[in-house]
Nanobody
């Protein structure tokens, strides 16, 4: 059974850091690109970052470049999103998703086959 489980969310002050984890099971992680998306109340789900299968190319939304870093540990079947210099605008539910191969348009939610349930990130003083 394919499963993606996010963890690591929480409440953090502006300027703080969090590391999100996406634990995968039921499939071979290195055959899949993993994307991180977020959705704030009343807004569309948006792509935050993606790491491709096999060559580990990394992609970031302009709003998080230089602040967020995506990485993968295939041995432990986990993908991470290190988030630094957090801003109130980063507040959202964060989801990880898996796409076989590497999607041609990594921000397109339709390109992903499996989704996690999400973890809440709140940036507030």
């Amino acid at each position: 059974q394919v499963q993606l489980v996010e963890s690591g969310g929480g409440l953090v002050q502006p300027g703080g850091s969090l590391r999100l984890s996406c634990a995968a099971s039921g499939f071979t992680l290195d055959d899949y690109a993993i994307g991180w998306f977020r959705q704030a109340p009343g807004k569309e789900r948006e792509g935050v970052s993606c790491i491709s299968s096999h060559d580990d190319s990394r992609y970031y939304a302009d709003s998080v470049k230089g602040r967020f870093t995506i990485s993968r540990d295939n041995a432990n079947a986990t993908v991470y999103l290190q988030m630094n210099s957090l801003k109130p605008g980063d507040t959202a539910v964060y989801y990880c998703a898996a796409a076989l191969g590497t999607p041609s348009v990594w921000v397109a939610t339709i390109a992903y086959d499996y989704w996690g349930q999400g973890t809440q990130v709140t940036v507030s003083s």
